[in-house]
């Protein structure tokens, strides 16, 4: 059974992780989008959007298991996830510079 101070760090990170992935959609998306296919401008409230579109789209493979796994692995996860993201911003920014 998960703590209330747990659920609310789980929902704080849940946000963070939203707000990190829907600003590298952004840029992404106003990198190459918009100078290969004339894509129109989306707002950040529109790369939000697109955020959790995506996140329905992902297998999410929830079992009792994976809901009972150790808190501190959860985070680390989150952390990793929060990495691989400035990582795909980095690796566009890189090519964005040779175009």
């Given at each position: ?8 760090i ?12 829907a ?9 190459y ?43 680390s ?13 980095g690796?566009a ?5 040779w175009m």
């Open positions: 059974m998960k703590t209330t101070g747990q659920l609310i789980g929902f704080l990170f849940s946000v963070i992780g939203i707000l990190i992935q600003f590298v959609i952004l840029k992404v998306w106003a990198w989008l918009i100078p290969f296919f004339n894509a129109p401008e989306i707002p950040y409230l529109g790369a939000i959007g697109l955020t959790i579109f995506f996140s329905f789209l992902k297998n999410k493979n929830i079992t009792n298991e994976n809901i009972e796994r150790d808190w501190e692995e959860a985070l996860l989150s952390v990793v996830g929060w990495v691989y993201d400035f990582l795909i911003l690796l920014a890189f090519f964005t510079m």
